[in-house]
């Protein structure tokens, strides 16, 4: 059964630190990840996916098939960066096709 | 564009009655998926539908239901109301079934008494 971790709940940075939000998965086939973040009030919003191998404000992860990890990063939070993030990975075949599995979350602060 | 929109925004019921809540997709999207988020955790997939008919079902009871209508449109309909179904219920549109990114709508909060 595919599985999303996030070992962190809760992350703490101060502006202009860099940050690492932790995500490792489990899953036969070939991994389709995605990053999507919830800003407070608002609605779940796609950050990123890892086949387009885009730069989102100023976000990156890397899909690491050895350690079965997508981490997001960035060199420099900031205090817009605070929110909820969710790792999440998509069922690319089967009975599921296209359903997504999401991680717990991770509560990121960035303090001033 | 208005994004997906849901109906209500937030309800509250009691134990044993039954809830319908309503999806709109982003226009020129054809496949729904229905997701439901519990205080503290992530989503979690209910169904997925794609030109109207169901096409994979997360591990819900049968008091969970839903359906897609010729707009594309959709409803879910849970019976028998527990509390724990307590939760955020979102829904999500995409233009084809399977691997397109999917866009979240606001969700409706349940609370069952």
């Known amino acids: 059964a595919q599985r999303v971790t996030q070992p962190e709940k809760l992350l703490s940075v101060f502006k202009g630190a860099p940050v690492e939000l932790k995500c490792n998965y489990s899953?036969?086939?070939?991994?389709?990840l995605f990053w999507y973040v919830q800003y407070s009030r608002q609605r779940l919003q796609l950050l990123l996916r890892?086949?387009s191998r885009e730069s989102i404000k100023g976000f990156t992860a890397d899909l690491n098939k050895g350690e079965t990890s997508f981490h997001l990063k960035k060199p420099f939070a900031q205090e817009e960066d605070s929110a909820m993030y969710y790792c999440a990975l998509l069922n690319a075949g089967g009975t599921s096709y296209g359903k997504l599995t999401f991680g717990q979350g991770t509560i990121l602060t960035v303090h001033p | 564009d208005a994004g997906v929109t849901q109906s209500p925004t937030h309800l509250i019921k009691t134990r044993g009655q039954h809830v319908t809540l309503r999806c709109s997709p982003i226009?020129?999207?054809?496949?729904v998926s229905w997701y439901q988020q519990v205080l503290g955790q992530g989503p979690q997939f209910i169904f997925q539908?794609?030109?109207?008919?169901?096409?994979g079902r997360g591990n819900f009871p049968d008091r969970f239901s839903a359906r897609q209508f010729p707009n594309y449109s959709s409803e879910l309909n849970v019976n028998a109301l527990l509390l724990g179904d307590s939760a955020l219920y979102l829904c999500?549109?995409?233009?084809?079934?399977?691997?397109?990114?999917?866009?979240f709508g606001p969700g409706t909060r349940l609370t069952v008494l």
């Open positions: 899953y036969s086939g070939s991994p389709e």
């Open positions: 226009s020129g999207h054809k496949s």
């Open positions: 890892h086949i």
């Open positions: 999500a549109s995409r233009v084809r079934y399977g691997t397109d990114t999917q866009y």
């Open positions: 539908y794609y030109e109207k008919e169901e096409r």
